[in-house]
């Protein structure tokens, strides 16, 4: 049969147009379909989201081209240090801490708003000829046929491709549709995200300070600036979320400390429900899933971003090589080292996180000792120190070419 293009993309995030750009890049032709308007994550204020970006993540942008445009607006993170106590406590006795000098690698990894990435990776994918980019439209239905996949859209246009991959989110409609089931909870817990602007240098610190409620993360913007990821309980958080911002600076300081002297807002305030979602497969004839479609997880160590580019990477290198070697990129036999790559990894470490949040978020004292005299043993021991450091990074191992910094 023919095809309208060889890959269609349904999800215009960020996980959907690095992997349409890495597969354009290596000569396969890419139709991207974003349900959300064109543009519409282009304002020029911050808007609560940034990412922590690993140190692999950062070098598969680079191998896409991407990072020259956007290093400068990128903080380098030099250390994270992790701790566990109450408000108003300060961090308990023992603390780890992740120092970029022990991986020899350059910076832990990189700050880097949202707003900044969606510009790069739009702005590539409507330069590049083998991608096609539909923006305000969804995918509304899917058939397999032989040799491809027949896929329909909310305008009522026909599209058919090699393969469908799910890039739509942990409500994945592309997984739905394929017959994917997902196991998962809620955490009954709820992020509250804001920049926060402080008197004293962050010197490219980020925090990860473990309360009885939920972790609290902040994270190193350029200039004077944090991002706060602030996990409470759900019926706390929405009370938090509905007070004026004095009253959320109020409470927000004895959690924060004063190590970088007075703070205040720069900026609006979010909230995001937290949820954990796994996909009991990530490929299905002529389907394949990535990111948030594969597994939403909990943002606790900010590797939400990082395990979706992860399977961009995977995925794409997986694809190229079948498409060289003249095999058919949407059989299952190919898809299934896709999904043999990449499941373990990402499930073990989905639940790994999911682990340590249940473990820190309770002021059980035996749990609590017990916690914070592993985190001793792990800041005393350095080749421990170093393995999770590399894992964090993505460097761990053998990744993905595109992880190396290595084009396909």
Known sequence: MTHDSDILIAGGG??????????????????????????????????????????GSQRLLAALGLWPGLAASAQPISAVVTSDGRPGEGGAPFSMRFDSAEMDQGPVGYMLEDRFLYRALLAAIEAHPRIRLLTGIEVTGQEVLAGGVRVTLSDGQALTARLLVGADGRRSGVAERAGIKRQGWVYGQ???????????????????????????????????????????????????????????????????????????????????????????????????????????????????????????????????????????????????RYQGWRRFDATALSLGMDAVNKLFSNDNPVLRAGRDLGMGVVQALAPLRRGFMRQAAGVAGTPPRLMQGRAL
């Open 14 to 55: 960020l996980n959907g147009p690095a992997l349409g750009l890495a597969l354009a890049q290596a000569g396969m032709s890419v139709t991207v379909v974003d349900a959300a308007p064109a543009r519409a994550r282009e304002a020029d204020d911050f808007d609560g989201r940034a990412y922590a970006l690993a140190l």
């Open 190 to 336: 709820t992020a509250l995200v804001a920049a926060i602007a402080h008197d004293k240098p962050h010197n490219g610190v980020a925090h990860q300070f473990f309360m009885t409620s939920g972790p609290l993360a902040i994270l190193p913007l350029p200039g004077n600036r944090c991002s706060i990821v602030w996990s409470e309980r759900a019926g706390a958080a929405k009370a938090v979320a509905a007070l004026p911002d004095a009253d959320f600076l109020a409470l927000l300081r004895p959690r924060f400390g004063d190590f970088l002297g007075e703070i205040r807002l720069a900026g609006p305030r979010f909230t995001y429900p937290l949820n954990l979602t796994l996909a009991e497969a990530y490929v299905a004839p002529r389907v394949a899933l990535v990111g948030d479609a594969a597994h939403g997880v909990h943002p606790i160590a900010g590797q939400g971003l990082n395990l979706g580019l992860r399977d961009v990477a995977a995925l794409a290198e997986v694809l190229v090589g079948a498409a060289r070697r003249g095999e058919d990129i949407g059989a299952i036999d190919v898809l299934e």
